[in-house]
């Protein structure tokens, strides 16, 4: 045979060979899904926080969705030491204005970008936080200012219920 | 394999050989020639097998009492401890036994290094051991996470989210592997379920190993083809097993040193503080068999490229039998390859001590030099060594650098030429 031609036969090979995988697929796909969040753990997607005992200086840590969340109560000079950065001088360039609702709270994940460790408090050579895990160092406003980090701490979706209270999630 | 012919002595034997030949694969394995010359260094496949059995049988005896909560596992293991008879000694033997497990593979894979034993037509047992290597490594990670302690929790966290740093995907990538927004519960239930089957894709993996090895048969410290059975081999049985036999009991007396004597010295005392998602302990390293990779990861500045640079180390090992072009498989007739080879020892020695200090000033600068170094080692001296070295005359047979003093360079000589 000099001349493949195509036949029935070939038609049904791969007829055949098209629905096994889709039909692999679809039995794949539950095996694969069911290990990501369940519904029990969607549902715990916010908290209501009581700040008023929050004194400036002073951070609060509170756990949200299995994380730790800093809501910190900033100082005047920490505000200013914030928003006297260059963005150029910056690795994650954003301000700090657009990093927080009230420049006296800044609300973020206290999760470090790097490989998620909790960053320290008042540590590090930005006078914001430092990760002992691998030397991260984060400034007033939770961005990376200097280690192995590529992003600024996160914010999460936040929003002032009244003046004493904020709801995360 | 010279022995398909065998026929079992009993009538019934012959039945059952007959219908299911279990018992020529057993004459197979007693009467398998094996090289006369194979010194101790040879004895730690038998004793990873102990190792692997010691897991099995303590991991299943421990799961029996222990509780994948995340509410109730510390508590559980805690209870292993005072309450459950001999529990102390079965956690002890397993914990402890993961350490020499890692121990004995280091010293089984730097064997294969200095004698060759990765070279053709052994690739194959090669890469399965490499496969061996990385399930072992996941296997005894997952193990770490069980006591939900301290060290449990946040090396599970920074481990976990090496996979962030994949591009796009990555941050879906962990969610997945954490069933939740952080490691919980979920992930802790999903990490004993693979702890408990790891060791049995292993044991899978064993038996393709030891299958592979006894086609061609085993290397030997002089590294030449050998007639199988010969002058120049043994029967496994009496000889390598009363060997590997006694190097097993010096291997237990060590084994049992740890376990009796200083149980937690390999351990961090962080993990037995409860895990608290809330606090990371001050100072987070690995167990110490991942140290070197880990100061590789922490050697690069950058988070991606941290992450490929580990894992390249360890998957670089599996092409190792095409990087290494040097047709010679013993170092002992490799004047030059035995001296890079002790430098390549000492340069994961010094990423192991560096990987378990903090990450910056010398020790990084260090870190940084060690790990360039290693993939020199294999990217640029293992296959330019294959053509500048001048090789050493190797010997004709096993018996002749027995009995005639010094190999005979003529017959040497030709043989090498053989081999090329």
């Known amino acids: ?33 069911q290990m990501n969040p369940d519904a029990s753990v969607k549902a715990l997607a916010s908290t209501e926080v009581d700040v008023s005992s929050l004194k400036p200086g002073n951070t609060l840590t509170v756990l949200w969705r299995g994380k ?17 950065v260059k963005l150029e001088d910056l690795i994650h360039p954003e301000k700090d204005e657009d990093r927080v609702k009230k420049p006296e709270w800044l609300v973020m994940l206290g999760v470090c970008t790097h490989l998620g460790c909790v960053p320290l408090n008042d540590k590090g050579d930005y006078d914001g936080w430092f990760c002992p895990c691998h030397g991260s160092h984060y400034d007033t406003s939770g961005r990376i200012r200097k280690g192995p980090a590529p992003w600024n701490m996160e914010i999460p979706k936040y929003e002032f219920v009244n003046a004493n209270t904020i709801k995360i999630g | 394999m010279s022995d398909h012919d065998y026929r079992p002595k009993s009538k019934v034997g012959q039945w059952f050989n007959d219908r299911l030949p279990l018992l020529t694969l057993a004459n197979h394995l007693t009467d398998y020639p094996t090289p006369k010359n194979l010194n101790y260094w040879w004895t730690f496949g038998g004793i990873l097998t102990f190792c692997l059995i010691t897991q099995i049988v303590t991991g299943l005896t421990l799961a029996m009492h222990y509780i994948a909560h995340a509410d109730m596992a510390f508590e559980s293991v805690e209870h292993i401890m005072r309450d459950v008879n001999y529990g102390w000694l079965i956690r002890y033997i397993h914990a402890n036994g993961a350490s020499m497990f890692f121990l004995a593979v280091y010293i089984h894979i730097f064997r294969s290094l200095f004698y060759g034993s990765y070279k053709s037509p052994r690739e194959i047992i090669w890469i399965i051991g490499i496969i061996i290597y990385l399930l072992m490594m996941a296997a005894a990670f997952m193990g770490y996470v069980l006591p939900w302690g301290q060290m449990s929790f946040w090396g ?48 899978g993996l064993v038996v393709l190993h030891i299958w592979a090895l006894h086609v061609p048969g085993n290397n030997n410290p002089v590294g030449i083809d050998i007639k199988k059975p010969s002058k120049d081999t043994v ?56 140290l070197p990779f880990y100061a590789i990861l922490r050697s690069v500045p950058d988070k991606l490229l941290g992450v490929v640079a580990m894992l390249s ?108």
Do not use: C
């Open chain 1, 1 to 33: 045979m000099s001349e493949k031609k195509t036949n029935r036969r070939d038609f049904l090979f791969t007829a055949t060979t098209a629905v096994g995988a889709v039909g692999a697929a679809a039995v794949v796909w539950p095996m694969v899904d």
């Open chain 1, 68 to 84: 730790p969340v800093f809501i910190r109560r900033r100082t005047k000079e920490e505000i200013d030491e914030a928003r006297s």
């Open chain 2, 156 to 203: 599970a966290t920074v481990i976990t989210n090496l996979f962030s740093a994949i591009p796009l995907v990555g941050e879906g990538i962990v969610t997945w592997l954490w069933g939740g927004y952080s490691v919980d519960n979920p992930t802790l239930t999903r990490f004993f379920t693979l702890h408990y089957l790891i060791p049995f894709l292993i044991l």
């Open chain 2, 235 to 290: 029967p496994f049985h009496p000889y390598i097993v009363i060997k590997d036999g006694f190097a097993l009991l010096m291997f237990m007396i060590v084994f049992a040193f740890f376990v009796f004597y200083s149980p937690n010295i390999l351990g961090h005392a962080d993990n037995y503080i409860e895990a608290n998602p809330m606090v990371t302990p001050a100072h987070i390293v690995p167990e110490w068999y991942l």
């Open chain 2, 313 to 420: 180390a360890i998957l670089i090992l599996a092409v190792l039998p095409w990087l290494d072009t040097s047709k010679i498989r013993s170092a002992v007739f490799r004047p030059l390859y035995r001296q890079f080879y002790w430098i390549l020892v000492a340069d994961v020695l010094i990423l192991g001590y560096v990987g378990a200090m903090p990450a910056e000033g010398l020790y990084l600068l260090i870190a940084r030099v060690a790990t360039a170094y290693y993939f020199l080692h294999f990217l640029v001296i293992l296959p330019v060594l294959g053509f500048k070295e001048k090789t050493l005359p190797i010997p004709l047979s096993i018996t002749e650098p027995v009995l005639g003093g010094a190999p005979n360079f003529a017959m040497a000589k030709k043989n090498k030429s053989k081999i090329e």
